[in-house]
């Protein structure tokens, strides 16, 4: 049976799109570019959860051990603790939960200060996610769109949006959609930590609130859908876990890259969900 034709699908929503889902069980697979180096935004925060969940397990770190952080050291993200003016104490695991539930910058910062971007890249390296790499926090990555085009937020212009090194793979957090696919089977599969770990990460990534990417492609009250987006000028993404009440259950992960400028791209999101869903349609049959 020939695989959907993802290329125009994205196409029509004015975007150029890369996918990949298995069967996390069987191994089935799909894709388009499903091994191209890709900027993953906030979806680094995946392998983050990961590591900072390895090192509970290691006794490295106390998920219940309190930490303060400063008002005056509050990030750009509109969500979370980035949102708030008063300075707030908070213990690991509810950095973790709002780093994925809202995705806060500044919670993920705070952990990956404790967790460091090298014992990520080690642990990915164990698992063969050689193309996978975290190699700056959210702050250098915001500095570093502010000395590439020389302003702040918004960036809409076309020749600052070429300058920007959050956008080159080789320069910034990048994955492949194979290997983002990969790390959620194996977190579905406890593998990616102890059995205990995995369950946390399972109900902390189905407690993400965005509806308008994956989740947009299974409206149904008995599909789960968990998983983490990710969001940079003209990129959009997402990748999770889609789990039907017989028992199947499919990792995806879909990167796009929006032909416009614009801010608010509802197509381009729509489109994650529509691609995701003709995916697991297809591994379905």
Known sequence: MSAPDFESLFGRAGVTGWLY??????GREVGLG??????TASMYKVPLLVAFRRQVDAGLLDPARRVTVPASDRLAGGT????????VTISLRDLAYLMISVSDNTSADTLLELVGCDT?????????????????????????????TGHGWPYVDPDDIARLSVLDPARSN????????????????DEAASAESCAWMRGMLNLQVWPHRLASGFPYDDVAVSGKTGTLPTLRAESGVVEYPDGGRYAVAVFTRSFSTALNQP??????GTAARMAVDHLRR
Not at 120 to 134: C, K, Q, Y
């Open 21 to 26: 889902a298995a069967d996390i069980d069987t």
């Open 34 to 39: 499903p091994d191209e180096p890709l900027p």
């Open 80 to 87: 979370g603790i980035a949102a708030m003016q008063d300075d």
């Open 120 to 148: 990520i890249n080690a642990m990915l390296d164990r698992f063969g996610l050689t193309g996978t790499r975290v190699v700056q926090s959210w702050r250098e990555g915001s500095a570093s769109m502010r000395a590439d």
């Open 174 to 189: 990048c994955a492949t959609p194979r290997e983002l696919a990969t790390l959620f089977a194996m977190i579905w599969r």
């Open 267 to 272: 197509r381009a999101d729509a489109v994650i």
